[in-house]
């Protein structure tokens, strides 16, 4: 099988360690993938701050980018979800709605494809310590991807889950939300963190890089220990293998 990697624009510019253990993490399930190098921004930014005409232009790239690809996987959620308002944002043009429905039915978000895809539930992966998962608005909420994490988390060898107080609350990241709201959103952030340190986690966990830049760099401004990471990252971590966190320290 192959598959075409959506990268996302925050993996690429400022965790790209979360875009290397995608590709490690397909691979070892045997799984090629490929990087179209058109691709860009989903458009997702100006979407959600109402410039229409603009995301459309950053959509028709996405759709000329991916559209030989079988399979479009990208560890975001949030992205992946973007994908979806396509066809509803071509909607009145039959030119463009078809393809970018056909985007749309393929894309899926990295843990979505090994449940639903690949049939996966244990990738191989060791981690040892307690953690907890926050479970991002975008992937929980518009993609309806809930279970795929935590069924995947349950099978990391040496890894205990705590729950996560109030977990379906949003970290406060919100896109554009944080930077508009910027006191509303340092509240929001304040109580996740506090939720994150009530269970006594050693790694804070989740699958879209915008939430755990926002929620790790609250914790790293209050001097807290509690290493952050990507799901992609921590079920590419094996017997012997590499560790790729962004730490708090």
Not at 36 to 51: E, I, L
Not at 99 to 115: H, M
Not at 226 to 240: D, F, P, S, Y
């Amino acid at each position: 099988m192959k598959v075409a990697l959506f990268a996302t624009c925050l993996a690429d510019m400022f965790r790209p360690n979360v875009g290397k253990a995608t590709v490690e993490l397909l691979e070892h399930l045997g799984v090629e993938t490929e990087f179209p190098d058109s691709q860009v921004c989903c458009g997702q930014p100006a979407y959600n701050t109402g410039y229409v005409k603009e995301t459309k232009k950053a959509a028709k790239n996405m759709i000329r980018a991916f559209e030989k690809a079988e399979y479009v996987v990208t560890p975001s959620g949030s992205c992946a979800a973007m994908f979806q308002e396509y066809p509803d944002l071509f909607r009145d043009d039959p030119k463009w709605h078809d393809p970018a429905k056909e985007l749309a039915d393929k894309t899926y978000e990295l843990t979505q494809f090994i449940i639903d895809v690949l049939n996966i539930t244990d990738v191989g992966a060791r981690l040892e310590g307690k953690a907890t998962y926050h479970t991002s608005c975008h992937m929980m909420r518009l993609l309806g991807v809930k279970d795929a994490p935590f069924t995947l988390l349950s099978h990391v060898r040496g890894l205990e889950v705590e729950p996560l107080p109030n977990s379906q609350n949003c970290c406060g990241f919100g896109g554009t939300f944080s930077v508009k709201m910027p006191r509303i959103s340092e509240q929001m952030v304040d109580e996740k963190v506090d939720n994150v340190l009530k269970t006594g986690a050693d790694y804070l966990i989740g699958a879209d890089s915008g939430c755990l830049l926002n929620i790790g760099g609250r914790l790293e401004r209050l001097g807290k220990k509690v290493k952050v990471m990507h799901i992609a990252e921590v079920l590419n971590c094996r017997q012997g293998g590499n560790y790729h966190g962004f730490e708090n320290q």
